[in-house]
């Protein structure tokens, strides 16, 4: 049977962490990689003082691309211009370019750029529909997808998928944190920060990021990393897909792949607030190496799971959850425990590919909440999940503004997750909402990109906190005419 994503979750507990998990960089830096792509005429120029005027002229764009470009009236333009949500199959972008090399990134940019609004694309789960913008170019960057993984170190083109990393990183004995959902594409995870299964114990993803070739608005190739552009590589780790640039090829520090043990409590009815209330204490006592989270499926009674991983065996983990399990005073209905490689572990989270409707957000948990307050936020609301994903461990290592990611200091993510259609969006944005409301009155506020929402509060702060301000500085920089702007980019 296909379980789609969010449907594994509900059935399973299972995180959707990663807008979709697991390694830590070697002790000493290697030299940042850099461009291997011949650069364009514009590449070591300086940047363009002012935008072209006019509308862009497609038949020479399609001509000087080595993959391709469709219009509204091409055949195929249908599937092309579809995001992973189809709540947004109604979006009709002017065009939709294939991008086949760095160059053909750069040539949609610098054929676009001012004339029409430009979005890159790469697995397309955008949560507004940002990557499938109305009467925009989209620049495709799926066909970007190597993974070449080589000593500790991978080379992964920015349209590659998170189940083709996975598995050619397991090939090579080798791992990345990421996130759990196998058509998430590597550039919109890394860019929002990366959390997933493995973070605690690993940390985001951006923080495995050595550099990155990045595409920026004038059209110019560049590397961003340490010593490259310093304030790009910032913002790259954690301010955001679609903001400063088109990312066309990261190089990340990877780790030997662990051996896993994954689990997943289902508790009975009734006891949701006794489970999450101990839960929030339990994790954050627990040491690094283990992951979970909670899932609480609206309904009456809300439902109540716990799943998670553990790099470790059976043994330690058997000890943790009984730990949780004697304090919350509830015996769990269903109690499954596996031990997996590095991959089984991945595909064990992933769910199905199939596309799904629905409309979500998120809030933060800083410190535990009323835990009965939350619960109650789910009471009657069938088919809205509220997924509370741990943070923490070595997420908490850096400094706040140590890059853009800000939420170092989070206890827990939550989602908020609603199932929808055509008919019912209406409704289901308005049960969000409230859930997301009722989450910032006890305590949870900030917000994660990855799980964009334009009907977020005070969206920037609640993002990026203190980190906002030198996240619109470093769009001023690199685009300064707003070239790559949507409802929620930093520059807008």
Known sequence: MDLGRRAFLRLAGVSAAGAVVA???????SAPVASTAPASPSASGPPASRLPTGPPNWDELRAKLTGGLLRPDSEGYGNAKRAFNPLFDNNNPIAVATASTAQDVQ?????????????????????????????????????????????????????????????????????????????VGIAGLTLGGGIGVLSRKYGLTCDHLRSAQVVTADGRLLTASASSEPDLFWALRGGGGGNFGIVTEFTFDTDPAPNLTVFSLHFPAGSATDVLAVWQNWIAATPPELWANVVLSGGSPVQCRVSGCYVGGTAGLNTLLNNLITNAGARPAQRTVRSLDYLGGMRFFEGGSARQTFVASSRIITTPVDA?????????????????????????????????????????????????????????????????????????????????????????????????????????????????????????
Not at 23 to 29: E, I, K, L, N, Y
Not at 153 to 164: E, N, P, Y
Not at 447 to 473: C, T
């Open 372 to 492: 009965a307050k939350v619960v109650a936020l789910a009471e009657g609301r069938t088919g809205t999940d509220l997924l509370i994903d741990a943070l923490g461990g070595k997420v908490a290592e850096p400094a706040k503004n140590a890059t853009a990611f800000w939420h170092r200091d989070a206890l827990a993510s939550v989602q908020v997750y609603a199932q929808a259609t055509a008919k019912s969006r209406d409704k289901a944005a308005q049960s969000v909402a409230d859930v997301v409301a009722g989450l910032a009155a006890v305590g949870a506020g900030g917000g994660y990109v990855n799980y964009i929402d334009p009907a977020l509060p005070d969206w920037k702060a609640a993002y990026y906190g203190d980190n906002a301000g030198r996240l619109a500085d470093v769009a001023k920089k690199y685009d300064p005419f707003n070239v790559f702007r949507f409802g929620q980019s930093v520059g807008s």
């Open 107 to 183: 040539t949609c940019v610098q054929a676009a750029a001012g004339r029409v609004t430009l979005a890159a694309r790469s697995g397309g789960h955008s949560y507004a529909g940002y990557s499938v913008p109305d009467s925009g170019l989209v620049v495709d960057v799926s066909a970007l997808n190597k993974v070449v993984v080589q000593g500790g170190q991978a080379v992964i083109g920015a349209g590659a998928k998170l189940k083709d990393v996975y598995a050619a990183l397991a090939r090579a004995g080798r791992a990345l944190p990421a996130g759990s959902c196998p058509t």
């Open 23 to 29: 390694a830590c960089g070697p002790d000493s830096p």
